[in-house]
């Protein structure tokens, strides 16, 4: 079923690798990825991340002969017709903004298509997963959202409390994600989402990225392509296959001080509650790395989907929201 890449779009709906390694970037490109949410901002303040985004373009003139920006689904088609990877900036927080809204027309100038609200704990727009207390979206919250919405911003919500998460899908006037989840009865991790927030992010049009990442996966770090698979089929059962992309959560050549970093309160205050990972974090066997991406279309096919069902999963729901998204 591989060949089934010649024609499909494919996107990864999150990929966080060190984006200085070249073992990252040709991965993407050996995998056949049309286009990937690049994580470009976590825990990075304005400054940090117009820097990052300079940088991002420095990365992108070097490498143009496989990669390339994208802003909107033609690039995509684009990326796709040219035999190129799309780059999409995307922050998994909404800390680049700092306190002031007008920043994300600025950042969106500048090519982001995608912003998670929180990142694990609480920030001015409302709650992560991680939050002792989660008492929704902030007023300043409700009003990103909305500004996200005009601007044609796709709001993710991955990383995002239970309660913020509701309400961000209930004010957004568009489709919303969670680029790299899995579902919380599935696996009970407060990272997962739950049923009801998976069934109203379907129920307004929007995508969740199944993640092969391990510890969303029965098997953890123990895991293999078929419990992928598990998931990708457990999503597709509670959301329907219009619903259902694939969000692999890269971390390829990221350093156990990053982990650290990740992992920490705010970025800055060490958490020993969470620094359970070995120092060596790999995906499961079988898609270890971005070169075998094509491998979940076999697994798919071995599983009975179809073509049609394959390519929607693969990129085509991706874009199906990319396009209603972003304007």
């Known amino acids: 079923m591989t060949d089934i890449y010649d024609d499909a779009i494919v996107i990864d709906g999150l990929n966080v690798s060190n984006w200085d390694s070249e073992r990252a970037l040709d991965g993407v490109y050996a995998g056949r990825v049309t286009a990937f949410n690049a994580t470009i901002a976590i825990f990075e303040k304005f400054h940090e991340a117009m820097d990052n985004i300079a940088g991002w373009y420095e990365r ?12 909107s689904v033609d690039d995509i088609h684009e990326a796709k017709r040219t035999g190129k990877s799309g780059v999409v900036f995307g922050w998994q927080n909404a800390s680049p903004i700092e306190n002031n809204l007008d920043h994300l027309e600025t950042f969106h100038k ?11 704990e609480r920030n001015l727009l409302g709650n992560g997963c991680y939050e002792r207390n989660d008492d929704g979206l902030s007023n300043f919250g409700v009003d990103a959202v909305k500004e996200m919405n005009r601007l044609g911003i796709l709001v993710d919500l991955s990383h995002v409390g239970d309660r913020t998460t509701l309400d961000a899908a209930e004010v957004s006037d568009k489709p919303v994600a969670a680029t790299h989840a899995n579902a919380r009865s599935f696996v009970d991790h407060p990272r997962n989402k739950t049923d009801d927030a998976l069934k109203l992010i379907a129920e307004k049009g929007g995508i969740i990225g199944a993640t092969c990442w391990p510890p969303f996966l029965p098997n953890k770090f123990e895991s293999t392509l078929r419990d992928y698979g598990d998931a990708i089929d457990d999503m597709v059962e509670r959301v329907g296959i219009d619903h259902v ?7 390829i050549d990221r350093t156990k001080e990053w982990f650290d970093v990740l992992l920490s309160q705010q970025g800055t ?22 070169d075998k991406f094509p491998s979940i279309a076999d697994e798919l096919a071995r ?25």
Do not use: C
Request: proline share 6%; no cysteine.
């Open 245 to 251: 992309g694939i969000g692999t959560d890269y971390t």
């Open 303 to 327: 599983r009975g989907y179809t073509s049609e069902d394959i390519t929607k999963v693969l990129g085509g729901n991706f874009m199906r929201v990319f396009g209603e998204v972003w304007n």
């Open 269 to 290: 205050k060490w958490n020993p509650r969470r620094l359970n990972y070995p120092d060596t974090v790999t995906h499961p066997v079988g898609i270890e790395t971005p």
């Open 60 to 71: 992108l003139d070097h490498w143009s002969d496989t990669l390339m920006p994208v802003a």
């Open 110 to 120: 500048l090519g982001v298509r995608v912003i998670q609200v929180t990142y694990n």
